[in-house]
């Protein structure tokens, strides 16, 4: 089965710096993706950046990016220039690459401070 | 992108009544899942529900507990049943396009709390 690991429950922030949170999992598959999303206080999750496994290069989004190490089974989400908006709980997610079972597996989740 | 409705979005029950969570999506999909999410905690997958088959329960979750209905390709309800304070939760819809869609929205969860 997968697993998805988060070490960092709590992380902060000053506004405008850059932080990174930190995601591993395991698997036993080649093929597969990897998302960060962010549920701030309305619930809603909201889909961050996403990567394909077979890609090598990194993912971006704006001011998101990721860190795929593939071997390592490490995926860490960096935010540039980090805004009062960002202020949420992230959460790494894995998806496995068939057709069914598309279910996601979620880590235990960050809660991401930002200071003004 | 789905755009996804959950009725309601907060209730408070009683301890040993049951609650029917609505889903609705604007668009038609073929996985629908739910998810439950624990206060402070990560998801979790309760069940998948296809159109026109059973709903797959995952390990730890009964239909007898949590039935689910998805009698069309954009409704789908989840009944939490005998609730007790343990069941207190958010609990989310998400839905998947294609078999191959990488994507997976979410709906904005229903908030329940048992006393």
């Known amino acids: 089965a997968q697993t998805v690991t988060q070490s960092q429950p709590e992380m902060s922030v000053q506004e405008a710096e850059t932080v990174t949170l930190s995601c591993t999992y395991d698997?036993?598959?080649?093929?597969?993706?990897l998302f960060w999303y962010k549920q701030p206080p309305s619930r809603q999750m909201i889909l961050v950046i996403r990567?394909?496994?077979?890609?090598?290069q990194n993912a971006t989004e704006n001011r998101f990016s990721v860190n795929f190490q593939k071997a390592a089974k490490s995926f860490s989400l960096k935010i540039s220039d980090s805004q009062l908006g960002d202020a949420a709980m992230y959460f790494c997610?894995?998806?496995?690459?068939?057709?069914?079972?598309?279910?996601?597996?979620f880590g235990e989740g960050t809660q991401l401070t930002v200071n003004p | 992108s789905a755009v996804i409705s959950q009725k309601p979005s907060r209730d408070i029950c009683q301890r040993g009544t049951s609650l029917t969570i609505q889903c609705q999506v604007d668009?038609?999909?073929?996985?629908m899942f739910w998810y439950r999410q624990q206060p402070g905690q990560s998801l979790t997958l309760i069940a998948t529900?296809?159109?026109?088959?059973?709903?797959?329960?995952e390990s730890g979750f009964v239909i007898d507990k949590f039935p689910i209905s998805r009698p069309n390709l954009t409704f789908s309800t989840l009944t939490v049943s005998n609730m007790s304070p343990e069941d207190s939760s958010i609990y989310l819809c998400?839905?998947?396009?294609?078999?191959?869609?990488?994507?997976?929205?979410f709906g904005p969860g229903t908030r329940l709390t048992v006393t």
């Open positions: 998400s839905v998947a396009g294609t078999e191959m869609s990488y994507e997976q929205y």
């Open positions: 698997t036993s598959e080649s093929d597969y993706y």
């Open positions: 990567q394909e496994a077979y890609k090598q």
């Open positions: 997610a894995y998806r496995r690459w068939a057709t069914s079972g598309s279910r996601l597996t």
């Open positions: 668009s038609q999909v073929t996985m």
């Open positions: 529900a296809n159109q026109g088959s059973e709903a797959t329960y």
